[in-house]
């Protein structure tokens, strides 16, 4: 059974830095699309990011291009998101996700992901 979990959150100030880490385990890991969701305090789970199954493609949300990066390592079953000039509203829980449909990039539904971590909480003091 497939199994994801992140990893690396905790509370940074404004304009700080965060980087972090989804372990994937059970399962072919480079046949998987994997994504980052976020979900702020009071509102509904948002699409990040997500990295094609060789990494060579990506997608990022508007409100995260140009400060969140996300990458993937297929040798170690690993993803990244390494977050820079972290703002407050940037505060939620993080979830990583995979599924092994057909690449959509950002265009593939959050029911798509068939597969979530239980997340990680990052807070961004002003």
């Known amino acids: 059974q497939v199994h994801v979990e992140e990893s690396g959150g905790g509370l940074v100030q404004a304009g700080g830095s965060l980087r972090l880490s989804c372990a994937f385990s059970?399962?072919?890991?480079?046949?998987?699309?994997l994504a980052w969701f976020r979900q702020g305090p009071g509102k509904e789970r948002e699409f990040v990011a997500v990295i094609s199954r060789g990494g060579s493609t990506t997608d990022h949300a508007d409100s995260v291009k140009g400060r969140f990066d996300i990458s993937r390592d297929n040798a170690k079953s690993l993803v990244f998101l390494q977050m820079n000039s972290l703002k407050p509203e940037d505060t939620a829980v993080y979830y990583c996700?995979?599924?092994?449909?057909?690449?959509?990039?950002?265009?593939?539904?959050?029911?798509?992901?068939?597969?979530w971590g239980q997340g990680t909480q990052v807070t961004v003091s002003s």
């Open positions: 059970g399962g072919t890991f480079s046949r998987f699309v």
């Open positions: 996700a995979a599924h092994d449909r057909t690449w959509r990039g950002i265009s593939a539904p959050t029911n798509e992901y068939a597969y």
